[in-house]
């Protein structure tokens, strides 16, 4: 069973910068793919950025190149997201997910932090 634990959300100003920390326990990421997802108020859950564990290849949404950054510690067993530039659009509830690499859909999911960023 893995379970994740989200954090690092917050309120911040638009241009602001914040980072997303996803931390799993039960097991390491060794074998995963994890992802990171948002949903605002009223619209669907979108995919953001995802990073595949082992060899670190990342993956983004058009709305998230250039301004998030995914990354991983391998010491730490966790997943980051650094988000720069924010814009009040991407306010929303930010979730991690985790999928072995085989799979087609996300199994694992964390709660979610809320991410704020006023105009």
Known sequence: QVQLVES???LVQAGGSLRLSCGASGRTFSGYVVAWFR???GKERE???RITWSSAITYYADSSK?????SRDNAK???YLQMNSLKPEDTAVYYC???SVG???YFYWGH?????VSS
């Open 66 to 70: 250039g301004r998030f950054t995914i």
């Open 47 to 49: 995919f953001v950025a």
């Open 103 to 105: 799979a087609t859909q």
């Open 97 to 99: 997910a985790a999928r």
């Open 77 to 79: 067993n966790t997943v």
């Open 112 to 116: 979610g932090t809320q991410v704020t």
């Open 8 to 10: 690092g959300g917050g």
């Open 39 to 41: 949903q605002a108020p």
